[in-house]
C-alpha cells in the first residue's frame, strides 16, 4: 500500500506573519489524521516561520523551487542547502506556471531534480498537458514525454523517493476538474512509464498526486481511484479547514 501524500501549494500567496497562522490552522485542522503524509508548501520569505509552526508536529515542510546550482550569481533563486537550512522536506519541481510563466523545461526540471536528490530534498515533480493538448488526443504523449525527460539519468532506487504530480494545466486554478476515470487513466499510464524506464517494483511504489482543482467536495471520489495516491491542492490549500478535509478523504 502506498501512503498518500497531500501537499498544499500556498503558491505567491500569504505573508510571513499570515503563512504562520494559517500553518498553525493546519496542524490543528489535522491532528489526528494518521495515514496520511501532509505537507505544506509557503512562499520562500515565509519558509523560516511556518518551519517554526509546524515543528513536532505531523506536517512536513516544502518549498515551491529551487536552483540547480549550489551557489552563485542567479539572482532571484535559492539552493537546496538554502532550503534546507529553513527546514525544508520536500520540494516542487516542475509546476505548469514555473513551466508557462518562466521558461521551465523537462531539461531543466532533470537538472533540479538530480541537485534536489543529491542534497536529500524529497521532490514532488511536476507533469501535465494543457487544454489545446487534451483536445488534440496528445495527453499521453505530452506527459510520457515529461515523466521521461524529468527523470533522465534518475535511478531506480532514486526514483522510489520521489514523488510524481499529475496536474492537468487546464484544471489549475480555473474550477474545471478531471473527472476521476480521467485523472486515474493518466495516473496509470504514468505507472506504465515508470514500469518501461524502471521495473513493476518501482511504479507500485511511487506516489503520483492528482492537482488540478481538488476540492473537498470532490476530493473523495479522485481519491478514492486506485493509481491516485494523493493531491497537490492550490487555492483549498489555503484554508486549513478545506485542506484538512482533502487530508481526511485520503484516509
Known amino acids: 500500500m502506498r501512503k ?3 501537499a498544499g501549494n500556498w503558491k505567491m500567496n500569504r505573508t510571513s506573519d499570515e503563512a504562520e497562522t494559517l500553518a498553525r490552522g493546519v496542524v490543528d485542522a489535522v491532528l489526528g489524521a494518521d495515514g496520511v503524509d501532509v505537507v505544506v508548501c509557503p512562499p520562500h520569505t515565509a519558509l523560516e516561520r511556518v518551519s517554526g509552526a509546524v515543528k513536532g508536529s505531523s506536517v512536513g515542510l516544502g518549498a515551491q523551487n529551487m536552483h540547480w546550482e549550489a551557489e552563485g550569481a542567479y539572482t532571484g533563486e535559492v539552493s537546496g542547502a538554502m532550503l534546507l537550512t529553513c527546514g525544508c522536506e520536500y520540494v516542487i519541481l516542475g509546476h505548469s506556471e514555473r513551466r508557462q510563466y518562466f521558461g521551465e523545461t523537462d531539461q531543466t526540471v532533470n537538472k533540479r531534480l538530480k541537485t534536489a536528490l543529491d542534497v ?3 521532490p514532488i515533480v ?13 495527453t499521453d504523449q505530452v506527459v510520457r514525454k515529461q515523466v ?6 534518475i535511478l531506480a532506487n532514486e526514483a522510489q523517493t520521489l514523488v510524481l ?3 492537468p494545466v487546464w484544471a489549475i486554478g480555473t474550477g474545471l476538474t478531471a473527472t476521476p476515470d480521467q485523472a486515474d487513466a493518466v495516473h496509470g499510464m504514468i505507472r506504465q512509464v515508470l514500469v518501461d524506464l524502471y521495473d513493476e517494483t518501482v511504479a507500485q511504489s511511487v506516489r503520483i498526486q492528482y492537482g488540478g482543482s481538488m476540492k473537498p467536495d470532490n476530493a ?3 481519491l478514492g481511484q486506485p493509481n491516485i495516491d494523493g493531491g497537490l491542492i492550490g ?4 484554508d486549513a479547514d478545506s485542506f484538512a478535509a482533502i487530508v481526511k ?3
Open 220 to 222: 473523495a471520489d479522485l
Open 126 to 138: 511536476c507533469v501535465g498537458e494543457t487544454l489545446e493538448e487534451r483536445k488534440s488526443e496528445v
Open 4 to 6: 498518500p501524500i497531500v
Open 249 to 251: 478523504a485520503a484516509i
Open 235 to 238: 487555492g483549498a490549500a489555503l
Open 120 to 122: 536529500g530534498l524529497k
Open 148 to 153: 521521461t525527460g524529468g527523470l533522465e539519468g
Open 165 to 167: 504530480a499529475y496536474e
